[in-house]
């Protein structure tokens, strides 16, 4: 009996130092299993039980048990301060602190062209027109054709053509009138549109013109449509766009699909009138172009004139854009330079 408490003392001593240096609860996992695994020593214990004889047996269990109770709870309560301490350790590796500002992430725009076209649409549909697209690729008849230029009409020298080399006829549109002769093969009066979209010409690209850019065409076909109409909707459309006090002015003009042609300016919307820069001190801007349909365009659209009249017209969104925020260089629409577009928010 003296030996067995020796053993249970020298064991109890070993695994008191071995627990003292347990620094991980690795190490204490590794210590459990030593000491009460299958073939630990207090296994080692229990199976000499069988050696002793049946007065001493239920003693000496009791002690091994006892033993082993001590040293597993030992095991418990260091494991769990490990474990709290490793939590605590990785806890302030991991800090954060929630009162710094966010990473602010980098936000999308939409370009100048597109707010401003996005923004004649939107007007224009609120008034009552709708959306009409038309092909940017297309053929001498709804580019020319079709809007009264005849083939051999000199106005057909104001716009320098991309033609597509394989097939003559086949070119890059010059503007969205095209749109006016697709609307009338494929509607029926009273017609009420707007074609935004992109246009070609093949010119020296300069700080005022450039090779691709943007229109926004209009076209009304009803019966009883007269100048006023036009007048009352151009009024409209350019108060909503620039302002409710923008005085506007209607100059003869010429444009071969219109009868008579009009050029629409607006007090210039820097000076208010008065002459500056922007307006190259005429103290107006011209902003669109606009008339009444030419009898010759309804006809061919196989829309009587004699029953039907409309009014159309096309405005250049580059150039507003240009205008609204005193844009000198129309390149800049095209060059992608983050610093220029960032400033449209
Ligand atoms: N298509 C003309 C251009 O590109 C603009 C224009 C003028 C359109 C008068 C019209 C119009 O519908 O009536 O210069």
Redesign the pocket.
């Known amino acids: 009996m003296a030996s067995l408490h020796e053993q249970i003392g020298e064991l109890r001593s070993h695994f008191l130092s071995d627990l003292k240096e347990a620094s991980h609860s690795k190490d204490l996992e590794n210590l459990k299993v030593k000491y009460l695994g299958k073939k630990g020593p207090i296994q080692a214990l229990m199976l000499e039980l069988k050696n002793c004889n049946s007065t001493e047996r239920p003693l000496f269990g009791k002690l091994i048990n006892d033993l082993k109770e001590e040293l597993l709870s030992h095991c418990d309560h260091s494991l769990a301060r490990l474990k709290q301490t490793e939590l605590n350790d990785r806890l302030k590796e991991e800090w954060l602190d929630a009162t710094l500002p966010g990473r602010a992430s980098h936000k999308g725009r939409l370009h100048p062209i597109t707010q401003v076209l996005n923004r004649v649409v939107d007007i224009l549909i609120g008034m009552g027109f709708s959306v009409q697209l038309g092909p940017d690729v297309d053929t001498d008849y709804y580019n020319f054709e079709g809007l009264n230029f005849a083939a051999d009409h000199p106005a057909r020298d104001?716009?320098d053509t991309f033609y597509l080399a394989e097939q003559e006829s086949l070119l890059l549109r010059?503007?969205?009138?095209n749109v006016?002769v697709h609307a009338m093969e494929n509607l029926a009066p009273p017609i009420r549109i707007i074609a935004p979209g992109r246009?070609f010409r093949n010119e020296d690209i300069s700080a005022r013109s450039h090779v691709f850019f943007h229109?926004v065409?209009?076209?009304y076909i009803d019966r009883n449509v007269t100048f006023a109409d036009l007048f009352a909707t151009m009024d409209e459309f350019l108060s909503k766009l620039l302002g409710e006090k923008v005085e506007t002015r209607y100059r003869p003009?010429y444009?071969p699909?219109?009868e008579p042609?009009?050029e629409v300016d607006v007090k210039c919307i820097s000076c208010k009138g008065s002459g500056c820069r922007i307006c190259k001190h005429t103290g107006w801007l011209e902003i669109?172009?606009?008339?009444m349909?030419h009898p010759n365009v309804l006809k061919k659209g196989n829309i009587d004139p004699e029953v039907y009249s409309g009014?159309?017209?096309?405005?250049?969104i580059e150039r507003l854009t240009m205008l609204l925020h005193d844009i000198k260089d129309i390149r800049l629409f095209t060059n992608n330079d983050l610093r220029f577009l960032e400033q449209f928010s």
């Open positions: 104001m716009q010059t503007h969205t009138s006016q246009c229109q065409e209009g076209f003009s444009f699909f219109v042609g009009l669109l172009g606009a008339g349909v009014y159309a017209w096309g405005m250049g």
